[in-house]
């Protein structure tokens, strides 16, 4: 694996935090282009981006602190060590939504409009931090011989690549978030088909995952 993936004037650049710079980056350009269809101004868009990135990666990383609260409670430090990983995308997700109706409502927005432009952006940004969880070598599957598996976590030995599962099923469901954008019956219903389909995604894929968890 490669959790480094260079040096930038001797500074090493990590996969993950690279990956996740990248969704942050392409998920609010994909907003601004969205949005602009919508009547949303791209101002309003890049800001509820930032707010919700800072809110997304704090709450994220709460949760996974808290669901695996036993690795963290000898060395606490290490609760800073946001480059290695370990952000709970439910916690994000929460964290993402309760400041994304905050800003709305502050800025008289449409919040259903709002949430149907961030479904498509969200699944298309995961799919991208999944590419970086690969590179990092977490988020890793059990052990597997199946022809597809791929040496990575502890002892890297052969393992399924839940990791480039996580990133096929989340590019499908950003395809069908984009066909139901068209055929939608009410503001917000991208958002709630997005959550659906990712929880049921998710759900199969644990099937395969290895632990630590970070739900």
Known sequence: MY?????????PVYSWGLSLAVAFIVGTLYGVFAGKKKGVHPDHVID????V??????AGRLLFVLLNLGSYMSDPITILYLRDGGLSFFGGLAGGILVGIWYCRRNKISVGKMADIAGPAV????AIVRIGCLLN????GVESSVPWALECGTGMVLRHPTQIYAAIYSLIIFAILMYADRKKKFDGQVLFLYV???????FIVEFWRDVPRDY
């Open 123 to 126: 699944a298309l940004g995961y």
């Open 53 to 58: 990135c800072i809110a997304s990666i704090i």
């Open 48 to 51: 509820l981006a930032l707010f």
């Open 137 to 140: 070598g977490c988020c890793y």
């Open 3 to 11: 959790p480094v993936l260079f040096k930038l004037w001797k500074l």
């Open 196 to 202: 659906g389909l990712y929880s049921v995604a998710r």
